[in-house]
């Protein structure tokens, strides 16, 4: 048997918070809570779980995360986001990990996630099938997660294995969050990466997101919330072609 450290990143997450610390309560044995800065409710759940965040401004998910893993006093660690909800056949074959014996630290564990826009579950969200696998168990001298400014990962492991149940991803709940979020991956995105600033290749981006992501990747499936997705994959591949040119013409004057 091995003590597990889980670590949860917090923005105003007082919607699913309760929802997603409940499980997560069962299985670790020291719960770490960086937050960013949150107005809501979500400080005083994370009190009423026993919990006092940590403020640390936000950069980058990636940079967050280590920050979070940094602080852990156990090697193995679980990191979830706030809107992450692990179902109870998860929490079981976690606790089945925990109490077997210990894995190699180059060993890390996957989760099965599935991501639900509006409510709904989707086939896909740009970029990403649903479900998706990522690396979320791991030992912290071995893995951690990587610099890009979107869709960072967990890296540095040898092996994986799929942890047996459901995830419940709960993103994006309303169309204001879904171009909130947009506006502010594809900002992120173009702060810390070079993009090319070019709108014919936006345009042709954008154009191919269409057809890989709404018809290709069955997103025409998931009825008014793919044409929500849908629009979501075409926007996010033109806008930071957009801002990259925007922000190329505004130096050049």
């Known amino acids: 048997m091995f003590p597990l450290s889980v670590c949860?990143?917090?923005?105003?997450?007082?919607?699913?918070?309760?929802?997603?610390?409940?499980?997560?309560?069962?299985?670790?044995?020291?719960?770490?809570?960086?937050?960013?800065?949150?107005?809501?409710?979500?400080?005083?759940?994370?009190?009423?779980?026993?919990?006092?965040?940590v403020y640390r401004a936000y950069t980058t998910h990636g940079e967050q995360m280590n920050y979070a893993i940094s602080l852990v006093s156990n090697q193995w660690v679980l990191c979830m986001d706030s809107d992450e909800i692990i179902d109870q056949k998860t929490v079981e074959e976690i606790k089945k990990i925990k109490n077997g014996t210990m894995p190699a630290p180059d060993m890390a564990f996957r989760i099965s996630r599935h991501w639900f826009v509006l409510g709904k579950e989707v086939h896909n969200i740009y970029p990403v099938t649903s479900p998706d696998y990522p690396v979320r168990l791991f030992n912290r001298?071995?893995?951690?997660?990587?610099?890009?400014?979107?869709?960072?990962?967990?890296e540095g492991y040898k092996s994986t294995a799929v942890i047996a149940g459901f995830v419940k991803h709960d993103t994006f709940f309303s169309i204001h969050e879904v171009f909130n979020k947009l506006?502010?991956?594809?900002?992120?995105?173009?702060?810390?990466?070079?993009?090319?600033?070019?709108?014919?290749?936006?345009?042709?981006?954008?154009?191919?997101?269409?057809?890989?992501?709404?018809?290709?990747k069955n997103g025409w499936k998931d009825g008014k919330v793919g044409v929500v997705t849908g629009t979501y994959a075409v926007a996010y591949s033109f806008m930071k072609y957009l801002k990259a040119w925007y922000q190329h013409d505004n130096k050049k004057h």
């Open 141 to 154: 001298e071995c893995v951690g997660f990587n610099s890009r400014p979107v869709d960072d990962a967990a």
């Open 8 to 53: 949860v990143l917090t923005f105003n997450s007082a919607r699913l918070l309760e929802d997603v610390l409940s499980p997560l309560k069962e299985i670790a044995d020291e719960l770490i809570i960086v937050d960013s800065g949150s107005s809501d409710e979500t400080l005083d759940i994370c009190q009423r779980f026993g919990v006092t965040p």
């Open 183 to 216: 506006n502010g991956y594809t900002t992120r995105l173009v702060k810390y990466k070079r993009v090319k600033p070019s709108l014919a290749r936006g345009l042709f981006s954008a154009f191919g997101s269409f057809w890989k992501w709404y018809i290709f």
